[in-house]
């Protein structure tokens, strides 16, 4: 089986950074897409952040120049370092890992972002 293992949300006063970490693990040699969705309460799901195997990369609008998305291909690891945060970047943070047709999703890691 295959598990996504996601560390580095907390709480954090808006301006401030959090660092995500997202590590697949188990029967998989490489994944082709790695990401976060994230979502709050009373919104839809959205993409966060992807990026492939071969380092390109796409960010929503709402973070982009904030949030950068990196990874590490022998460890089928990405990163999410968030800087600048607000309000509305709270929310609960899933990290998927595509491979081929499947999808694997992270357990979740809450991020909140307030006074």
């Known amino acids: 089986q295959v598990q996504l293992v996601e560390s580095g949300g907390g709480l954090v006063q808006p301006g401030g950074s959090l660092r995500l970490s997202c590590a697949a693990s188990?029967?998989?040699?490489?994944?082709?897409?790695m990401g976060w969705y994230r979502q709050a309460p009373g919104k839809q799901r959205e993409l966060v952040a992807s990026i492939t195997s071969g380092g390109s990369t796409n960010y929503a609008d709402s973070v982009k120049g904030r949030f950068t998305i990196s990874r590490d291909n022998a460890k089928n690891t990405v990163y999410l370092q968030m800087n600048s945060l607000k309000p509305e970047d709270t929310a609960a943070y899933y990290c998927y890992a595509r491979k081929t047709r499947v999808t694997y999703w992270g357990q979740g890691t809450q991020v909140t972002v307030s006074s």
């Open positions: 188990g029967s998989i040699f490489s994944t082709d897409t």
